[in-house]
Nanobody, 123 residues
Framework: QVQLVESGGGLVQAGGSLRLSCATSGRTFSSYGMGWFRQHPGKEREFVATISWSGGITYYADSVKGRFTISRDNAKNTVYLQMNSLKPEDTAVYYC????????????????WGQGTQVTVSS
Protein backbone atom coordinates (compact mmCIF):
# COMPACT_ATOMS: atom_id res chain seq x y z
CA GLN A 1 0.00 0.00 0.00
CA VAL A 2 1.24 3.46 -0.90
CA GLN A 3 -0.04 6.64 0.70
CA LEU A 4 0.31 9.99 -1.00
CA VAL A 5 -0.03 13.37 0.71
CA GLU A 6 -0.02 16.58 -1.31
CA SER A 7 0.90 19.99 0.07
CA GLY A 8 1.79 23.45 -1.16
CA GLY A 9 -1.50 24.57 -2.63
CA GLY A 10 -2.97 27.98 -1.90
CA LEU A 11 -4.05 31.31 -3.29
CA VAL A 12 -1.74 33.18 -5.68
CA GLN A 13 -2.10 36.05 -8.10
CA ALA A 14 -1.89 35.51 -11.83
CA GLY A 15 1.73 35.40 -12.92
CA GLY A 16 2.86 34.00 -9.60
CA SER A 17 4.37 30.66 -8.67
CA LEU A 18 3.65 27.74 -6.39
CA ARG A 19 5.44 24.49 -5.73
CA LEU A 20 3.38 21.44 -4.90
CA SER A 21 4.88 18.51 -3.05
CA CYS A 22 3.66 14.96 -2.81
CA ALA A 23 5.15 12.90 -0.03
CA THR A 24 4.76 9.16 -0.30
CA SER A 25 5.05 6.27 2.12
CA GLY A 26 6.57 2.94 1.31
CA ARG A 27 10.02 1.74 0.37
CA THR A 28 9.25 1.21 -3.31
CA PHE A 29 8.72 4.85 -4.30
CA SER A 30 11.55 4.65 -6.82
CA SER A 31 9.69 1.89 -8.66
CA TYR A 32 6.70 4.07 -9.45
CA GLY A 33 5.99 6.40 -12.29
CA MET A 34 4.38 9.49 -10.78
CA GLY A 35 1.85 11.92 -12.16
CA TRP A 36 0.06 15.14 -11.39
CA PHE A 37 -3.54 15.65 -12.40
CA ARG A 38 -6.05 18.41 -11.77
CA GLN A 39 -9.77 18.72 -11.61
CA HIS A 40 -11.80 21.82 -12.29
CA PRO A 41 -15.24 22.02 -10.67
CA GLY A 42 -17.76 19.95 -12.57
CA LYS A 43 -15.16 18.56 -14.97
CA GLU A 44 -13.21 15.37 -15.47
CA ARG A 45 -9.81 14.92 -13.89
CA GLU A 46 -7.17 15.92 -16.44
CA PHE A 47 -3.53 15.06 -16.94
CA VAL A 48 -0.94 17.69 -16.04
CA ALA A 49 2.48 16.00 -15.95
CA THR A 50 4.17 12.65 -15.43
CA ILE A 51 7.67 11.50 -14.57
CA SER A 52 9.38 8.14 -14.85
CA TRP A 53 10.78 6.23 -11.90
CA SER A 54 14.28 7.53 -12.60
CA GLY A 55 13.19 11.08 -13.33
CA GLY A 56 14.73 10.85 -16.78
CA ILE A 57 11.48 10.98 -18.73
CA THR A 58 8.81 13.64 -18.31
CA TYR A 59 5.69 14.57 -20.23
CA TYR A 60 3.40 17.55 -19.90
CA ALA A 61 -0.02 18.62 -21.00
CA ASP A 62 0.15 21.26 -23.72
CA SER A 63 -1.66 23.70 -21.45
CA VAL A 64 1.20 23.72 -18.92
CA LYS A 65 4.23 23.01 -21.08
CA GLY A 66 6.94 25.59 -20.51
CA ARG A 67 5.33 26.82 -17.26
CA PHE A 68 5.23 23.72 -15.03
CA THR A 69 8.07 21.38 -14.12
CA ILE A 70 7.70 17.94 -12.55
CA SER A 71 10.61 16.49 -10.60
CA ARG A 72 11.24 13.86 -7.97
CA ASP A 73 13.64 13.09 -5.16
CA ASN A 74 13.72 9.35 -4.61
CA ALA A 75 15.80 9.74 -1.47
CA LYS A 76 12.97 11.78 0.05
CA ASN A 77 10.12 9.75 -1.50
CA THR A 78 8.71 13.00 -2.85
CA VAL A 79 7.55 14.30 -6.19
CA TYR A 80 7.19 18.01 -6.94
CA LEU A 81 5.32 20.23 -9.34
CA GLN A 82 6.82 23.67 -9.81
CA MET A 83 4.19 25.96 -11.29
CA ASN A 84 5.25 29.29 -12.75
CA SER A 85 3.40 32.00 -14.68
CA LEU A 86 0.15 30.81 -13.18
CA LYS A 87 -3.12 31.70 -14.89
CA PRO A 88 -6.67 31.83 -13.52
CA GLU A 89 -7.48 28.77 -15.63
CA ASP A 90 -4.95 26.80 -13.60
CA THR A 91 -7.34 27.03 -10.65
CA ALA A 92 -8.24 23.46 -9.69
CA VAL A 93 -7.70 20.71 -7.16
CA TYR A 94 -4.35 19.10 -7.90
CA TYR A 95 -3.75 15.42 -7.26
CA CYS A 96 -0.62 13.34 -7.34
CA UNK A 97 -0.76 9.68 -8.28
CA UNK A 98 1.51 6.65 -8.45
CA UNK A 99 1.67 4.11 -11.23
CA UNK A 100 3.42 0.75 -11.01
CA UNK A 101 5.22 1.10 -14.29
CA UNK A 102 6.30 3.84 -16.61
CA UNK A 103 4.87 7.20 -17.49
CA UNK A 104 1.26 7.43 -18.58
CA UNK A 105 -1.29 10.14 -19.35
CA UNK A 106 -4.26 8.00 -18.43
CA UNK A 107 -5.63 8.50 -14.89
CA UNK A 108 -7.13 5.01 -15.06
CA UNK A 109 -3.62 3.53 -15.14
CA UNK A 110 -2.67 4.96 -11.76
CA UNK A 111 -2.85 2.74 -8.72
CA UNK A 112 -2.70 5.21 -5.84
CA TRP A 113 -3.96 8.76 -5.37
CA GLY A 114 -3.52 11.54 -2.88
CA GLN A 115 -6.37 13.53 -1.39
CA GLY A 116 -5.70 16.63 -3.46
CA THR A 117 -4.65 20.21 -2.76
CA GLN A 118 -6.50 23.32 -3.89
CA VAL A 119 -4.74 25.84 -6.10
CA THR A 120 -6.53 29.14 -6.70
CA VAL A 121 -5.16 31.76 -9.08
CA SER A 122 -6.73 35.18 -8.89
CA SER A 123 -6.80 37.56 -11.83
Amino acid sequence: QVQLVESGGGLVQAGGSLRLSCATSGRTFSSYGMGWFRQHPGKEREFVATISWSGGITYYADSVKGRFTISRDNAKNTVYLQMNSLKPEDTAVYYCAAHIGGTTYNPGDYDYWGQGTQVTVSS
